[in-house]
């Protein structure tokens, strides 16, 4: 049987270059091996406070960069995790199995709860639910950066669990992590993450940046000291975050590009990265346009999220029966 491939992306900001390299561009190469299921997680980003109007307005953007980066609704399921309401049923019954100490440990909570008075319960106890998006289609497979092995580590717990205590039926799914572009950094600080919740624009490429915008971003992308563009993560890691970029979205290697550019300092180096980007992601901007214009989003989702709901749906019943359910006449 073909193995199933489970991921998402919250509805919470603009995707950015990292989301498309890290995540998005390996969606369109599973699609090709694997029975897919890429959702909108608007379910999660609910857990800290969401502007009604601007998240109705990211998950449709979500959506349509995924297919404009070339996912295919004909070979994948691309829908909103909302419209699939066996994912938060499934929750809640993974929640009851979860421990307080669990959830504790989880260093997304931590850092999203430091110094705050008050915490969500959502935020809390969202990794229960991040597990039943995995588990109510008996994923095989799960594509996730190194801050997300923590959440998937808990969802094998759980599927152990559920099986020791209710007898085998879920299967315990593993991570799969690209060896390369699994994760870009900061344009400004190369230590964090490029994210799009960071709070300096300039510290991450949007997908839909403007061309004029990803130029100037990139021109002023912090360097390390020295002048040479070769990739040494640990002593010049602003330049190597640089040239992953680049190697990503030109398909050389970091060899390759530290020959092309062997004697020349980094300005020259910083304004073809600018121009690759710009030609990199122009064309899934155009896409991107034409399928907010031509109205057929709404579609696209029901059609994903029905083929969904009918998957996750035996599912839901074969846990219910497990665990003592009275069955819905």
């Known amino acids: 049987m073909t193995k199933k491939v489970l991921s998402g992306i919250q509805p919470?900001?603009?995707?950015?270059?990292?989301?498309?390299?890290?995540?998005?561009?390996?969606?369109?190469?599973?699609?090709?091996?694997?029975e897919c299921y890429f959702m909108v997680v608007d379910l999660h980003a609910i857990t800290v406070a969401q502007d009604p109007a601007a998240l109705r307005e990211n998950s449709e953007a979500v959506a349509a960069l995924y297919l404009a980066a070339g996912i295919d609704p004909n070979m994948a399921r691309v829908y909103m995790q909302s419209h699939v309401p066996q994912h938060a049923e499934l929750g809640w019954m993974l929640t009851t199995l979860t421990?307080?100490?669990?959830?504790?440990?989880?260093t997304q909570f931590k850092d999203k709860s430091s110094g705050k008075d008050s915490v969500g319960a959502g935020l809390f106890v969202y990794p229960s639910l991040m597990a039943a998006d995995i588990l109510v289609y008996n994923a095989d497979l799960v594509p996730v950066g190194e801050d997300q092995k923590?959440?998937?580590?808990?969802?094998?717990?759980?599927?152990?669990?559920?099986?020791?205590?209710?007898?085998?039926?879920?299967?315990?799914?593993?991570?799969?992590?690209?060896?390369?572009?699994?994760?870009?950094?900061?344009?400004?600080?190369?230590?964090?993450?490029m994210s799009k919740s960071n709070p300096n624009a300039g510290s991450y490429i949007a997908l839909l940046d403007p061309p004029d915008v990803i130029r100037k971003k990139v021109s002023r992308a912090t360097t390390d000291s020295g002048r040479e563009v070769v990739y040494d993560p640990a002593n010049k890691p602003e330049i190597s975050n640089l040239m992953s970029i680049y190697a990503e979205c030109s398909g050389m290697?970091?060899?390759?590009?530290?020959?092309?550019?062997?004697?020349?300092?980094?300005?020259?180096?910083?304004?073809?990265?600018?121009?690759?980007?710009?030609?990199?992601?122009?064309?899934?901007?155009?896409?991107?346009?034409?399928?907010?214009?031509?109205?057929?989003?709404?579609?696209?989702?029901?059609?994903?999220?029905?083929?969904?709901?009918?998957?996750?749906?035996?599912?839901?019943?074969?846990?219910?029966?497990?665990?003592?359910?009275?069955?819905?006449?």
Do not use: C, W
């Open 12 to 34: 919470s900001g603009s995707l950015t270059l990292g989301n498309y390299i890290g995540a998005i561009k390996n969606f369109v190469k599973l699609q090709q091996e694997y």
């Open 99 to 106: 421990a307080m100490g669990e959830l504790e440990r989880m």
């Open 150 to 193: 923590q959440h998937l580590e808990l969802t094998r717990d759980l599927a152990a669990r559920f099986n020791h205590r209710f007898g085998e039926f879920f299967t315990v799914p593993e991570p799969y992590i690209p060896k390369v572009g699994a994760r870009i950094m900061s344009l400004d600080d190369a230590s964090k993450k």
């Open 253 to 329: 290697t970091l060899q390759q590009i530290a020959d092309q550019y062997e004697g020349q300092m980094y300005g020259g180096f910083k304004k073809n990265l600018g121009e690759l980007l710009v030609s990199t992601l122009e064309p899934i901007q155009d896409r991107y346009r034409e399928i907010r214009s031509s109205g057929m989003l709404p579609d696209i989702l029901a059609q994903g999220a029905e083929q969904a709901r009918s998957v996750a749906s035996a599912t839901l019943a074969g846990v219910k029966e497990r665990m003592g359910f009275l069955p819905q006449r």
